[in-house]
C-alpha cells in the first residue's frame, strides 16, 4: 500500500501512525476482546479514555478550569444553531434579548449568520465581501454595537483561505469563534473567548464529532424553545454522555491528541505550520503560473488556495496532481482554482512534494 | 487475540467480518492511498459508497419510493426533538396544532415523552408502568384522540426488555418508531408507519449515526423555530450531505448492510434471532434460579432481562461470566440484575455458551 500526501479540506487527513495504531487493535481494545466501537461508554474503559481525551485539550490548550470541555455530534454547522440558541439569553438589557455581533469573512460565516437568524437580532459589523475575500476590515473600520449578546467571528476561513492574525478584543462582549479549520495548529489563549468549537474532521480526527470549549457562565440560560441536545448545559452535566456519544471518533480523535503532545504540543505544531504556509506561499507570490489572491497579513496557515494563470490547464493539473500521489487540490466549488490544504496531520515533506510538482508542471505548461 | 461473546447494549456488537474488512482498509480505501475517514464525503468514492448503502437499506427494508432515507447525527435521542419539530405542524385542526399520542412503554418511551413536551401538547395513550414493565396494555385499553398529529411508540424497550409483538394501527394518524434495538431484526412493513428512527449502535454499526425513514408528506412543515440541522427538509434535499456526515460510521454500517444481504437478508435474520431468543428464554423459564420478569407475549427478541433467585450471587456471576468471554452481561442501572442484547451481530453460539455459563453457574451456586 502507498500512502499518497493528502490535502483534502475535511474530512482530511489524520496522522498515519494514529491510523495504524487505530489499524493494530480496531478487534480488540487493550485486551478486552470487542472493539472499541462494540464497548459501553459508561465502562470503565471507555470512561478513562474519555476522560483522558479531555485533559489532553485543557493541557494542549491549557483551557482554565472555568471553562467546560464538551464533545458533541452535529458538526460546526450545528454550532451555527447552539451558539444563539444558548447565548441570546444570557446577556439581556432590561429583560430583553440584545444583538449579536457577527464577522463575515467568507462562506462559513455566512451559513452562521443566516442561521442565527432564526433565533435573535443579528449585527453584521465587518464584512470581506467587498475586497472580494482578499483582505479583512481592521477593527477600527467595524460598526460595533454598545452592547451586544455575543460577537461571533470565523478565525480562518477553510474555502477563501483567509485568516485573521488576531483574536478581536471585544471587551466584555462574549467572543465566539468557529475554530474548525484552525484550532491546535498553534497555541492559543482561550481566556479570550466565550465559546470555541470546532468540527473534528479538519485539525481534529474523524468527522461526527465536534470540540466546544464554553465558559461556565454562558451555558445557564438557553432560549426555552432549546431541545435537549441544543443545550451546552447538557453536555456539561452528563461529562458529554447525557445520550450515546460517537465512540469511534472520540477515541481517534484521543489519539490525535497524544500525538499532538508526543510532536512536541502546539508551539511544535505552530513552528512547523508557519514554515510549510511560508514554503508555499513563497513559491506561488514567486512564480508567474501561480497566484494566492489573499493580502499576505491575512493569509490562512492552514488553507492555501490558489489559481493558474492559464485556466484552461485546472484538470491537467487535478489529473497530474492525483498521478503524482498527490490528492485532493481541487478548490472549492465556490471559488474555483485550486487549494492546498495543510493541516497539522500534513507532513512537510507533502508540501515539498506539492511545490517540486508545481514547479515542474509550470516547466512543463506555462 | 481472542475475541468474545458481546452481550452489550449499545455501542454493541459488529459483525467479526465486518471490523476484519474495516482494519484491512483502514490506511488505503479502495487504492485511494488514504482513510476512508481521510476523503472528501463530495467525491465520487464516497458518494458511490454512500448511495449504495442506501439501496441497501431500500433493499433490505423493502422502502417505498414515497420514503426518504437519512443519515443523521445525534443519535435517537436527537430525534426525541426532531420528530415533533417536524411533525407538529404537519396536521392542523382549524390552523391550530393537534396533540400528539404517546405510548409509553419504558425508559426511551419516557425520554421521548418528555423532550416532545418542549414543542406541543403530549397525551399519553397507554403506559405500561402500572403492569410494572411485565405487559403491554391491549390496543382496546388505549386513551386514543380522534385526532392527533402523530402517535409515537417504542416498539423494543432496551431497558426493559419488552417488545411490540405486533406493528399498533392508528389509522390515518402518522405512526413513529424508535427502533433503535429491534431494526433489521426481522422484516417489517415500512408503509404502516409515518416515520422511523434508529441509533446506529445496537443493531447496525457504530454510534454517531441515526437511520432515519420518513414519509415524504411529514417534511413540509417544520415548526419555525426548527434549527436548519433539525429539519428533515435539510437531510432530503442534500442527500444528508448537507454538512460533513459521519463519514467512518455511515461506511460501517454500509458494510453491515452488506453483510444483512450475505446473511440471505431480514427473513432470514428473523428466524436465526427468533430461535436465539426462543433458546434463552426457554433456559430461563426452565430454571428455579434465573427468572425474565416479562410476560411471553410482550417479550423482547433483542434484550433479555433476567434476575437470579440469590441476589447476592450478581456480582459473582458478573466476574465470572466476564472471566468466561461473555462480555456486558450486566442489566441497565435503572432495572438492574442482568441483561443479555442480543443483537444480529451476536452469533446463535454466543447464546449456546451463554446457557452453558449459566447451567455451570446456578449447579455451582443455586
Known amino acids: ?7 483534502c479540506a475535511g474530512p482530511a ?5 494514529v491510523l495504524q495504531q487505530a489499524q493494530a487493535e480496531l478487534l480488540d481494545y487493550q485486551g478486552m476482546g470487542a472493539s472499541v466501537m462494540e464497548i459501553t461508554h459508561r465502562g470503565p474503559e471507555f470512561m478513562a479514555m474519555a476522560a483522558q481525551a479531555e485533559q489532553d485539550v485543557r493541557d494542549l490548550l491549557n483551557v482554565p478550569d472555568h471553562y467546560r470541555v464538551l464533545f458533541v455530534q452535529g458538526g460546526a454547522s450545528l454550532q451555527f444553531s447552539m451558539v444563539p440558541l444558548n447565548l441570546f439569553g444570557v446577556r439581556t438589557l432590561n429583560g430583553k434579548a440584545l444583538p449579536a455581533e457577527y464577522i463575515n469573512t467568507g462562506v462559513w460565516s455566512e451559513k452562521a449568520i443566516e442561521e442565527a437568524k432564526r ?8 464584512d470581506a465581501t467587498p475586497s472580494h475575500w482578499r483582505s479583512i476590515p481592521e477593527p477600527s473600520a467595524w460598526q460595533i454595537l454598545p ?6 467571528y ?21 467572543l465566539v469563534a468557529d475554530m474548525s479549520s484552525t484550532i491546535f495548529s498553534r497555541p492559543m489563549d482561550v481566556s479570550k473567548f466565550g465559546v470555541i468549537y470546532a468540527g473534528a474532521q479538519k485539525n481534529i480526527g474523524p468527522s461526527g464529532l465536534t470540540l466546544v470549549i464554553v465558559r461556565e457562565d454562558l451555558m445557564a440560560k438557553p432560549l426555552t424553545q432549546t431541545p435537549q441536545l441544543l443545550r451546552y448545559q447538557t453536555y ?33 505544531m505552530a513552528v512547523i505550520n508557519q514554515r510549510k504556509a511560508q514554503k508555499l506561499y513563497q513559491f506561488i507570490d514567486g512564480h508567474d503560473f501561480y497566484t494566492n489572491h489573499v493580502e499576505a497579513a491575512y493569509r490562512s496557515w492552514m488553507n492555501v488556495p490558489f489559481t493558474l494563470a492559464d485556466e484552461s490547464k485546472e484538470k491537467l493539473f487535478l489529473q ?3 498521478q503524482a500521489g498527490l490528492l485532493n487540490l481541487k478548490g472549492h466549488r465556490i ?19 506539492l511545490i517540486a510538482f508545481m514547479q515542474d508542471f509550470a516547466a512543463r505548461y506555462a
Chains 1, 2 share one sequence.
Open 1 to 7: 500500500m502507498t500512502r499518497v500526501y493528502n490535502f
Open 13 to 17: 487527513a489524520i496522522p498515519e501512525s
Open 119 to 126: 433565533f435573535g437580532d443579528v449585527q453584521v459589523i465587518a
Open 147 to 152: 452592547q451586544a449578546a455575543y460577537c461571533h
Open 154 to 174: 470565523t478565525p480562518n476561513e477553510t474555502i477563501q483561505g483567509l485568516e485573521f492574525g488576531y483574536i478581536p478584543d471585544r471587551g466584555d462582549i462574549p
Open 236 to 268: 456539561a452535566e452528563h461529562d458529554s454522555m447525557f445520550n450515546t456519544p460517537p465512540t469511534f471518533s472520540w477515541y481517534l480523535s484521543g489519539l490525535v491528541f497524544k500525538w499532538l503532545k508526543a510532536q512536541g504540543g502546539l508551539e511544535a
Open 320 to 322: 497530474e496532481s492525483q
Open 335 to 353: 471559488v474555483g482554482g485550486m487549494r492546498a490544504s495543510i493541516y497539522n496531520a500534513v507532513p512537510e515533506a507533502a508540501i515539498d512534494a
